[in-house]
């Protein structure tokens, strides 16, 4: 089981984030600390569980304008032609590639078991157990959460 | 020459991406075919030509570890070189494919020029 090290986790969230955007959505992601991305009415908000050598919670939300940006991009397609489904779909795989990555590192001698990400009405994680991080990005903003049990 | 690659995932938007990837990173494929499963995936290296399959590991029916299995237990098939592209980057899970036959393993997130290289490895290796 992995020491519970803020810090660490954080790191490791902004290297799996920033390598994520710019290797398959060829974006940039700049960690706000102060920011505040899941305040919006109209949010994309993904989560997915993890098993095995930790176990947990990963969340990822953006606005729905960011969202349908960053689906647009993935699929090659306008904005015009992007669906919220679309926007959830491509969401969902951002998350299990970042997620994935996460803990790859954090824990690279162990299995993961990553549930199937799936879309979600409820808010961002908050709360003095969950680690989230708030990133600008080209056209828009991200949030992502980590929660380990 | 132009190769003929078998893109494996149950995503089909990261199927789509994988074969825009492949397009834009300058790797001279001749066509991408698809399959949503390993099962799926038999069935098209059963009816169709294929030099290299890329194939995803967590996938509903028949995912990739079983895959493999299928792959080695079969005379025509298991000479095609294998790249696993998955999210799991834990050495556990890529000692157990390279152990299964896959030739390379590419974690999530790639760029395209990380995929080019990784399939000319592979279908060197495997030639």
Known sequence: MIALDRQVLLQTLDAAVNETMEAMFFDAAAPVREGECCAGADMVTVCLWFHDAVDGEFMLAAPLPTAMALASGFMGVDNEQVQRRDAEQIACELANIICGSALSRLEPSSELRLSSPMATPRACATGDDVIYQHYQLLDGCLSVSLRID | ?127
């Not at chain 2, 893109?7 to 075919?33: K, Q, T, Y």
């Open chain 2, 1 to 127: 020459m132009a190769w003929r690659v078998l893109v494996v995932d149950d995503s089909p938007v990261m199927r789509g991406f994988i074969r825009r990837v492949i397009r834009l990173s300058g790797f001279d494929a001749a066509e991408c075919l698809e399959a949503g499963d390993g099962e799926q995936a038999l069935r098209v290296l059963r009816s169709q030509a294929v030099d290299v399959i890329l194939t995803d590991i967590n996938m509903p029916v028949m995912d990739g570890e079983e895959l493999m299995e299928q792959l080695a237990a079969d005379d025509r098939l298991r000479s095609i070189p294998v790249l696993v592209v998955s999210t799991d980057a834990t050495k556990l899970r890529m000692a157990r494919m390279t152990e299964l036959g896959a030739l390379g393993y590419l974690s999530k997130p790639f760029s395209p020029e990380m995929l080019r290289s990784e399939l000319e490895r592979v279908l060197e290796a495997g030639s």
